[in-house]
């Protein structure tokens, strides 16, 4: 580590132009001397305001749809659990309601019967479509709910078993014979699992879905066993 | 009342695509614009500009407020990668690029997006335009070479036909001056 404090360089560490070996040298002293991390801190401040001069030009449209696209639960596969997924639901009131509906499904015996009661309680305000266990899994249990407008949905699923670490449900969603990922998860214990479903195009343009097994973190398309399946 | 950055960030860790979405539409134009201007090529900024943030989404709960701005942060992936971008290609870049980069500091204006952030960026940009006028030609030349070509202090000395250490102070001199001239104006409109 430099012993004196290399203050004449550190305008141009900031700037990250510094060479090969300032460049090292500086790093390791930087990195253990406070006093220099944080004047490096405000210069890279005072630094970043350079980015302002750039002429400001209007990005095409399509790259927002293209990012959108590639965050997509395929692409950013997290598991989440049921907490995880909670939590995420808070600022949007859209999906609120759709939580407060989820638990209200799982707070009853017959999930089933609950979502049906409920639907005929808000027929204007929820969509729902059921998914039936298939395959190996005749006794899979799904519901998918959906907001009016189609921006928003959830799938609950019940007595599905649990994957364990190497593998994952994912949910697609079929446009024409296309399939589009939903989203993966992964059930608990007693088999019951819940998600919020991420799409790039309205719910309310898919036509039916399928439930997979898939490797963790799921799978640009379908290539393992479908175990439910549905439609609107 | 619109959700602060942090907000959007913490919600973006919370892999809430729609902060993402709102984060886009605050800052895609920033950094579009920076990316094209050190890339100079369109396609070269969307794919900057797609992986910046694909990145702020995979990293988001990395991101540290207490340790700098959030248009800091995001500025500087975009810079790093642009940058990076830039050195290994080969040819020139075309399009927007400007060859002499000191005197391309026009400034456009207009977004209907987000109008309160997009009035902020313009106050910014007003507020560093003025800083920047206001350092030494040399000074300010040097930085921005440094900042848009990302060149080194020697390929400033080999391209300006000066020597290193007059480059290395200009630098030092540019960079330091233009902290207190901000700092300043920062302290005059908090």
Excluded at chain 1, 202 to 219: A, H, K, Q
Aim: hydrophobic letters at 40%.
């Amino acid at each position: 580590m430099i012993l004196e404090h290399p203050t004449d360089d550190l305008p141009a560490y900031a700037l990250g132009i510094l060479e090969e070996e300032d460049l090292r040298a500086v790093d390791r002293h930087v990195s253990g001397c406070p006093v220099c991390r944080d004047e490096v801190a405000q210069l890279r401040e005072a630094a970043a305001n350079l980015a302002f001069v750039s002429p400001q030009m209007e990005p095409p449209a399509r790259l927002k749809r293209q990012i959108m696209d590639r965050v997509s639960p395929v692409q950013a596969p997290r598991r989440r659990g049921l907490g995880q997924w909670l939590r995420n639901l808070q600022p949007a009131w859209g999906v609120a309601a759709l939580a407060v509906i989820a638990l209200l499904v799982i707070g009853n015996l017959v999930l089933w019967q609950q979502v049906r009661t409920l639907t005929e309680r808000t027929p204007q305000s929820f969509q729902v479509a059921s998914l039936n266990g298939l395959g190996s899994l005749p006794e899979g249990r799904g519901v998918m709910i959906v907001t009016q407008n189609g921006r928003f949905g959830t799938l609950v699923v019940d007595r599905l078993p649990d994957l364990g670490a190497d593998q994952q449900y994912q949910l697609w969603l079929i446009l024409d014979g296309e399939r589009t990922s939903g989203g993966v998860f992964s059930v608990d214990r007693y088999g019951y699992g819940a998600m919020v479903i991420r799409a790039p195009l309205s719910l309310n343009e898919y036509t039916s879905f399928g439930v997979t097994i898939e490797p963790v973190g799921g799978s640009p398309s379908p290539t393992g066993e479908k175990v439910l399946g549905g439609e609107f | 009342m619109l959700p602060t950055d942090e907000d959007l960030l913490h919600q973006i860790a919370r892999a809430q695509a729609s902060a993402l979405s709102s984060l886009y539409d605050r800052y895609g134009r920033l950094v579009y614009s920076l990316a094209l201007r050190i890339v100079g090529n369109s396609t070269a900024a969307e794919e900057i500009t797609q992986d910046v943030f694909v990145q702020v989404w995979n990293n988001a709960a990395s991101y540290q407020p207490e340790l700098s701005k959030l248009t800091t942060w995001l500025t500087s992936i975009t810079r790093y990668r642009a940058i990076d971008q830039l050195r290994r290609r080969s040819a020139r870049p075309d399009g927007h690029m400007v060859d002499d980069p000191v005197e391309d500091l026009v400034l456009t204006a207009g977004n209907e997006a987000v109008p309160e952030i997009q009035v902020e960026n313009r106050a910014e940009q007003q507020r560093l335009q003025q800083a920047l006028t206001e350092l030494p030609e040399e000074q300010r030349a040097v930085l921005l070479l440094a900042y848009f070509k990302g060149m080194s202090q020697p390929e400033m000395a080999a391209y300006l036909g000066q020597p290193l250490g007059t480059i290395k102070t200009r630098v030092r001199l540019g960079l330091l001056k233009l902290r207190r001239m901000l700092e300043s104006e920062e302290s005059r409109n908090p």
